[in-house]
Structures are given as structure tokens and as C-alpha cells.
């Protein structure tokens, strides 16, 4: 069983993908023999220069039950 999310984030919600910093992050989990495992892509966007960024050491998945806690950032 394998599915994903994505979500996004900016500072400017009039103009997201224009005059603002933007991410858009895509969560995909796969469960496969028992196990969990997920990976993060992050999409910048908007004209204002961001990075986007996932911080694998201080993120987690439990490998039985999926629950997922993410560290992302916006800068």
C-alpha cells in the first residue's frame, strides 16, 4: 500500500506563486511487508527566492504504524 500528500506554504497568500516566498511539500509513504517508510520532495516557488527545507535527523516514522512527524522549513 503506498499513498501521499502534499501541502503547501507562503508568505503571501494574495499572490502565492507570484510575489512571495512558496513551498510545496509531497509527503509519500509506502508499506511494504510490514514496514513504513516515507520520503519528502519539496517544490519552491514564487519570484522572491526560498529555500525549502526537510530535516530528515529531527523527523520521524514509526515503521508500524505509519504516524509521521515532519521538520520542515520555509526561508
Known amino acids: 500500500m503506498n499513498w501521499s500528500q502534499g501541502f503547501s506554504y507562503t508568505t503571501n497568500p494574495a499572490d502565492p506563486w ?10 509519500f509513504v509506502t508499506y511494504s511487508g510490514g514496514v513504513c517508510s ?3 520532495v519539496t517544490y ?9 527545507t526537510y530535516s530528515p535527523p529531527s523527523s520521524a516514522i514509526d515503521p508500524v504504524t505509519c504516524e509521521l ?7
Request: with cysteine.
Open 38 to 40: 516515507a520520503s519528502v
Open 69 to 75: 512527524e515532519l521538520t520542515l522549513g520555509i526561508d
Open 44 to 52: 519552491p516557488k514564487g519570484n522572491q527566492g526560498v529555500v525549502c
Open 18 to 27: 507570484g510575489a512571495a516566498k512558496a513551498c510545496v511539500f509531497s509527503v
